[in-house]
Structures are given as C-alpha cells and as structure tokens.
C-alpha cells in the first residue's frame, strides 16, 4: 500500500520540483508583476509552441505565490500533488485537515485560463461561502474573477455568477440551474454555460450518497380522484392469496392471473398493464393500502390528514408524503379528502448530471472503499496521496456487547472518563434518536457536551461546533455527516474563539434574552484571562445602539466585517479591528498552549457507536482525529442489537448471541463475530452500490433521450428565424404519415388523405378526390407544396394584424409543445419501469424489454410535439381583446 502511494509521489516529484523552481522566481515578483500572469499565461496558451507541462508548471507556481500573499500559507508538495492529481480528472484521496481547500486553488487557476467556467462544488452553501471568500482573497493578487450561488439569488446574478472564470457552488443549486435552464422559455433567463470542469469537494457525499434519489422539480397537477376511490372499492373486493400475493419483505403486491382478469373484468378494460391506462397503479397502491398501512401504526389522522409515523424514531412526520400515489391510496382507504399529486416536471440524477462535464475530478478524505464505483459510474480513478506528516491516530479494535442497553452504559462510562481527564471526545452517531439518548444518559452524569444532529439544520453552527471540538474538556456528540467540511484543530481554533467571544460580548451587552453560547464552565475559565477580558471590554459597541432591533445575524456580519477587514471606513471600525487583531494574538498563544496539553492527553478520541451501512463513512469519523500528525485514537463500541448485526448479520449472528456465556457488561472480543460483522456490513455497502446502479441504467434510457431533447430545444431556444425548422416539421408529418400509404387498402388511403390534409389545415373536399387517384410519389410533393402555401398565407395574414408575429409563435409553440409533451413522456417514462418490475420477463431481461419500450414512447413523443405544433401553428389567430 505504501509503496504505491509513494510511487504516485515519486511519479511527479519532477513535475513537482519544476512548480517549485517557477515558485521561487515568481516570489520575487512585485504585486503588479503577479497579476500580469494570467494575460500571459492565457497568451502561452494559445501560442503552439509551449508546451503544456511548462504552462502547468508555471499556472501551478503563480497560484502557489498568490495563495502565499493572501494567507501566508505555503503550500506543501503533498498538496500540489493533490493538485496534479486533480487537474488530470482523478480523485484525490486526502485526508482530513490536509488542506484541500487550497489544493483546488490550483487546477482551478490553470483551467480556469481556458475561459470557459471552472466550478468548484461542495456539500452546503456554507461552505461554498467560506470557500468562494477564501479564493477572492487569492484570485485577487491575479485578475480572476470569483463567482458564488447561493440558494437565495435570481436568475439575473446566477447568471454574473456563472459567467466568472470560477463559480463555487452546491450540488443541489447546480443541478436545478441545470433544470431550469431547460425549461426557459427565452434564451435571457439560462444562466449556466457549458459545463467544462469540475472539482467536486466531498465527492464521495455528492456522487455516492446523494445519488440514491434524482433531483426533481415537480409542479401541482389536477389529477382523478375517482381513479383512487374506484381502486379502493376494488381492493377491497380482492382477495389475498387468490387475486394477488403479498411480498413481505419487498413491500410489494404481484397480481396473479386471476386478479388481473378481475380487475380487468370489474373496471371493463381489455388490458390492464396498457402504458395509456394508469390502473394499475392505483390498484397496486390500493392494494398496499389495504396491507401493509394502518392506522396509528404507519400512520395517524390529525385534521383529516393523513400524517406518517417514522418507522424507526416513531416520531411524526410533518408535511411528509409517500409518494407515486401511495398517499392517496391510504386517503381513499380512509374516506378523507384526496389531496393532489405532484407531477414531475423534469429531473435527472447526479450521475448524469456530473457526466456533463468535458473533465470532472474531484476530492475527499475517503474515496478508495469505493474505487470500482467511482471507476463503472463516472470514469474515474481514486488515487490516494500521501499525508504531508505520518498519521499516528491509533484505531482501537472494536467492542462488541450483547445488548444495544450495555453498550451504551459502556460509551456513557468512557465519556464519563475522558471528561475528568479533560480529553476531548467526538462521539459519532447513526440517527438524532441515539445521539439524544446519550445526551439524556450524559445529562444524568452531569457532563456538559455539544450535541449535534439533524434537527438543527444550520451549517454554520455545525461548523463553529465541530470546529471546537479538539478543546480540552470538550465531548461533542455528532451525528456523522454533522459539520463535514469543517476539520477539528487540537486545544481550539483562534480565529473561531475570538469570534465567538467577540459576540458573546456584544449580545451580553445588548437588548437580548440571556444570552446563549455553547461554552461551558471550564471552557470560559480555560479561555479567558486577564488580558483577553481587558481587550473585549474595550470594544465599541455603539453599533448596537442604532437600533433597538438588532438580530443576531446583524452582529454575525458585523464581526465578520471587522475580522475581514471589510468595513466603512471610519474610527470605531478601525478601533474595533485593532482591538479584534490583539483579541486574536491573545487567543493564538492561549490555543497554541492549550493544544500542548491536548496532545500530552493523546489528542482526540472518537468513539464510533454503530458500523454505518458503509466503511467510508466509518472511516470519515475516525479520520476526524490524527491530523497533520497529531496523535489520537478511534474505538468503535457495538452491540449484537445493532441494525446492521440484525439484518444483515443472518443466522451466525443469532446462534452466536444464544451461545455466548458471558455476563451482560462485557464486550466480546471474537474473530468471527469481526469477520460477520464485516461481511455483514459488505453486504449493506453491495445492497445499496446495486440501488445506485440500477436507477443510473435505467435513468441512463433517459438520459440519452433527454440529451437530444435538450439539445433540440436548446438550438431553438438560441435560434431567432425557425420558419425552416418548422416546414421540416410540416414534411416529416407527412412523410411519417404516408409511411404506410402505398402498402393500404383504399379505404385506408383515403383516411390517411383525410388526417394530412386536416393537420395542415387544407380544404379537404376540394382536394380529397383528385388526390385518391394519383401516384404516391406526387402526392408528396403536392402536400409538400401545400404546406408551404398554407403557411404562407398563415404568415401573411398574422403578418398583416402584426408584424414579428409569426415568428414569436413559432417559438412559443414549440417551445410549450416540447416540455408539456417531454412532461407526459417522463409520467409514461416512471409508470413504464413500474410495471416492468410488475410484469415478469422469464428469461428475459427486464432492463433490455425497459429499453425497447422506452424507445417507442420516445419516437410518440417525437411525433405528437410536431403535429402538435403544426396543428397549433396552421390555425393561430390573432383575437384582439378590447
Ligand atoms: P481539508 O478540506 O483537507 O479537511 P482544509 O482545506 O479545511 O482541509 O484545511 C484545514 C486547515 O489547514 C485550514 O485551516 C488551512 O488554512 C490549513 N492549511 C492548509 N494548507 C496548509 C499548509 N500548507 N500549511 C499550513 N496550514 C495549512
Ligand atoms: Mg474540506
């Protein structure tokens, strides 16, 4: 392993040494030099004769100097390895606190010389934010320009964002820009451009964890409540066993023969699984009404509404729905009022998302458990790079006890420990009932902690905890994934705890309830002295007194404007900043000794408290502790309760918790219980690496169509003159129509005649009988001249009552066809993969008959949009309403 690692480094340490000689040639450079750069690296670029690596060399050492002016950090090999790495479409395997932030300053400069838009994508807007600040700092000494989306912001400034060289952004917002985009009817109101490169941060959390569902944006839809009633009514009729089978551990209901000739029978449908009759998902969603959800169990009724209980916290779900109709189903089941259905509108999954790219790369802490998924999904490698200093962190063996009760005795007691030891101990948790379990149990040993979970959605005090998290004395109880992104720094972080002193202060002095601040008693005393008292007192408030009303993200901007140095320009402010630099000096000696003390306590422990359904995100909790090499440790405590053992651990597990003779409080150390629960927790990881796959392959269907449907509109979207495209339109209607002409009877023909000639608006008994008896052949040229004359007329008559008119028209119209007939194509698109999971294939494979299904619909599709608009267009009229 070691070695391979080392080879990576030593692959590039040519590369490496050539930035670093650059490095020092530009450090000499004056600020006016450095900025200078990026012209003529643009202009190296261009020229033929430089070669690629030089301008890599030199792009990487200007940002390397730009990043030194701005924050005095100098950057280490490791990183701009990491750097290399990522310029070359790979993911970067670094760990915590090894500085990525900065790392991606690097690829992100060079590509950014191309001019065609880096991104740079994280988890959370609070840390695009922090991130976007932090390169503006940098880009500064060099003339790039830094964008930022924020969830907040119009189409208007998404667009200036998305036209800076950089643009840092959150997955989410990217990908309903995307969306969106797709749906604009006027070519001012898209924002993105193409998408070129991407560094995506915390990758393994975007493109593995959030991948499991599509983004989607849906809109209302008025929908056939008498479909939901006629499906109970029916259900109810059904009998289980003979008309259908109940799956338990699916979820699910097969009809049997018999069923379907019965529901076939009752609603009077000839065939029940026809993709243009719904049925059968309200008779399937029935029937899981009448099985599988009851009342005061999956559910209660609060106000007439249906209302889900969370099936592992019993806790009621506010606002929540089941959705695909299912919701609806149990509100027939109940008699009460059916409430409406959401429609999607459009979506895609971030696997196809991300594959836009021309160069995706991304980077992360724990990348390497999932290489082959990275490698089949998105085409790329994970290369692991080594950490700058050796990691220490020592991981303890895990402990296994017999009950989920005695286990957390056991995590209380340790946390118990640590406290009168004063070392700091990050307790990771599965879901917000645990987490506040232990809080409770902490409670009643009266230590003090920070408790972290879903509840409280709010990133920045996310990471102004986790970042206090390596204090003495500190316990802090997170929920995994709580503050990623924020890395923990032994004995506290200086700029954090000036900050939030700063602000205990103000709101202390200020019209406010008590105020609130996550410190407890021994961290007050721990980090606060004399000097440091002396210096907050001074500050000058008289801000506050401007308003009675000041809110407390009034006096968040207002430090942060003092601690950035970015503020109107006048003496208080100056004075406040003086005083916030000392505050800093003092809180930077006080950190530096107490983080001393922490690393002669063995630095930060984490304590794992079940296996998640993945090791990468076991590893990215014990990855919190052993930065930069500082020392510390991991243990995970388990039981034979845990839902991973009850699951998936299968019958081992059972006979072993039945053979065991040990008391209750005694962890059991035992290598096949490891081994199981390894196997086990395999299984999980393949369990749900499958879910991924299949909706990528079957999205993949999609994805193709929705490609060239995108890119169809788009063409339109950009075009001002569409008269063309739309007589091709006309023609292939009326080559698609007369396909089957020459080969039918002459009843037949004369239908097909008939249907043409409406379509296009002609008078049809002034042609139909000439045109019965000549040749195939001319009557497509004759119908092909009628076209074009029936639209010129169209187009002189609106041209008449209002020139420019027609044009807009056709846009218009082609534009709504598109989406409403894209909309109905998504709807058959859904309830296509549900039967096909319905129906069973034999041998067949379920995926192939999906495609070719699929296909069909596509070609509909096609079809419907252009006599659509044909239709629409050949009879516009101009109604004035006066
Ligand atoms: P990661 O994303 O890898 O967990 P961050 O980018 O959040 O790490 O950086 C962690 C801390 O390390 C930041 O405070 C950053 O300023 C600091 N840092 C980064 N690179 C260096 C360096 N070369 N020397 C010293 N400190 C650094
Ligand atoms: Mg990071």
Redesign the pocket.
């Given at each position: 392993m070691l070695n391979i690692i080392n080879n990576t480094l030593n692959k590039y340490k040519k590369v490496i040494k050539t930035i670093n000689i650059y490095a020092e040639k530009i450090e000499k450079y004056n600020d006016a030099q450095l900025k200078k750069q990026t012209q003529k690296l643009k202009k190296n670029l261009k020229a033929s004769n430089i070669n690629s690596h030089d301008i890599l060399a030199e792009a990487f050492a200007t940002a390397k100097e730009a990043i030194r002016r701005a924050?005095d950090?100098?950057?280490?090999d490791v990183?701009i390895l990491g750097a290399i790495i990522l310029n070359n479409g790979h993911i970067a395997e670094?760990?915590?606190?090894?500085?990525?932030?900065?790392v991606a300053i690097l690829p992100a400069y060079l590509n950014a010389l191309h001019e065609k838009g880096v991104h740079i994508l994280t988890v959370n807007t609070y840390l695009a934010k922090r991130d976007a600040k932090l390169a503006q700092n940098i880009f500064n000494f060099l003339d790039i320009k830094i964008g930022l989306v924020t969830p907040e912001m119009d189409y208007i400034s998404r667009k200036i964002q998305y036209n800076c060289d950089i643009t840092y952004n959150t997955n989410s917002e990217l990908g309903f820009d995307y969306l969106r985009d797709n749906m604009a009817i006027d070519i001012d109101q898209t924002v993105q451009r193409n998408f070129y490169f991407a560094i995506v941060d915390e990758v393994d959390s975007i493109l593995i964890d959030e991948a499991r569902t599509p983004l989607i944006i849906s809109g209302v839809t008025k929908q056939n409540n008498t479909k939901y009633k006629a499906a109970d009514k029916l259900a109810n009729i059904l009998e289980s066993f003979k008309h259908y089978e109940i799956d338990e551990k699916g979820k699910n209901i097969i009809l049997t023969e018999e069923g379907i000739v019965k529901c076939e029978k009752s609603l009077n449908i000839v065939n029940l699984y026809n993709i243009n009759n719904e049925w059968i998902k309200y008779i399937i969603n029935a029937l899981k009404a009448k099985e599988f959800f009851f009342k005061d169990r999956e559910y209660i009724i609060r106000n007439s509404e249906v209302t889900i209980v969370d099936e592992f916290t019993g806790r009621i779900m506010e606002g929540r729905r089941w959705s695909e109709g299912l919701h609806q189903a149990i509100e027939a089941k109940e008699n009460l009022p059916i409430q409406s259905e959401n429609k999607t509108l459009a979506s895609i999954t971030y696997q196809n998302l991300f594959l836009l790219y021309e160069k995706l790369s991304g980077m992360t802490?724990t990348a390497k458990t999932e290489e082959s998924e990275f490698n089949k999904i998105y085409q790329l490698s994970v290369i692991e790079i080594p950490t700058n200093k050796k990691c220490i962190r020592k991981d303890l063996p895990d402990l296994v006890y017999k009950s989920e009760y005695y286990k957390w005795q056991a995590i209380a007691n340790e946390c118990f420990d640590m406290y009168q030891m004063g070392k700091p101990t990050l307790i990771g948790t599965t879901n917000i009932d645990k987490s506040e379990l232990l809080a409770k149990m902490l409670d009643n040993l009266q230590i003090p902690y920070n408790l972290l979970n879903a509840k409280q959605e709010n990133a920045t005090r996310e990471a102004e905890i986790i970042s206090q998290a390596g204090q003495r004395y500190s316990i802090t109880i997170s929920t995994n994934m709580a503050g990623r992104?924020?890395?923990i720094i032994l004995g506290g972080n200086p700029i954090a705890m000036a900050k939030m002193m700063i602000k205990h202060y103000i709101k202390s002095m200020g019209k406010f309830h008590k105020a609130k601040i996550n410190l407890n008693n021994i961290h007050k005393k721990l980090y606060k002295s004399e000097k440091i008292n002396y210096l907050i007192n001074q500050i000058d408030i008289s801000f506050l007194k401007e308003d009675n009303n000041t809110s407390e993200t009034k006096i968040d901007t207002y430090i942060e404007q003092i601690a950035n140095k970015n503020y109107p320009l006048n003496k208080i402010n100056e004075k406040n900043f003086q005083i916030y630099q000392n505050i800093l000096k003092e809180y930077t000696i006080l950190c530096n000794k107490e983080k001393e003390k922490v690393i002669t306590l063995g630095g930060l422990y984490v304590i794992g408290t079940e296996r998640h359904e993945s090791r990468r995100i076991d590893n990215q909790l014990k990855g919190r502790s052993g930065r930069q090499g500082d020392p510390g440790k991991s243990r995970f405590f388990l039981s034979l309760q845990d839902n991973l053992f009850r699951i998936f651990g299968g019958e081992q597990i059972t006979v072993l918790m039945n053979t065991l003779k040990i008391d209750d409080n005694t962890p059991i150390e035992s290598i096949i219980l490891t081994k199981s629960l390894n196997s086990a927790q395999r299984k999980v990881e393949g369990y749900f690496y499958d879910i991924r796959k299949q909706l990528f392959e079957y999205d993949e269907v999609i994805n193709s169509q929705r490609q060239a449907l995108y890119s169809e509109r788009k063409k339109i979207l950009r075009s001002i003159f569409i008269r063309d495209c739309i007589i091709e339109y006309g023609e292939n209607c009326i080559d698609e129509m007369l396909f089957f002409y020459t080969s039918a009877d002459s009843d037949t023909k004369y239908k097909i005649l008939v249907r043409i000639l409406k379509l296009l608006n002609i008078n049809t008994k002034l042609y139909i009988n000439e045109l019965t008896k000549i040749e195939a052949t001319l009557i497509k040229s004759f119908l092909y001249e009628q076209l074009r004359i029936s639209y010129d007329l169209r187009e002189n008559y609106l041209e008449q009552l209002r020139p420019g008119l027609i044009r807009k028209l056709e846009k218009y119209y082609l534009l709504q066809q598109i989406d409403q007939t894209w909309q109905d194509h998504l709807e058959k698109m859904n309830l296509l993969k549900e039967y096909i999971g319905w129906r069973s294939y034999g041998q067949q494979d379920p995926l192939i008959e999906y495609k070719n299904e699929a296909f069909n619909l596509f070609i509909n599709m096609v079809t419907s949009i252009r006599q659509n608009v044909i239709y629409l267009l050949m009879r516009s009229r101009l109604i004035i309403n006066i």
């Open positions: 924050t950090i100098t950057l280490f990183q670094m760990k915590t606190g090894e500085g990525k932030t900065l802490g992104g924020t890395d």
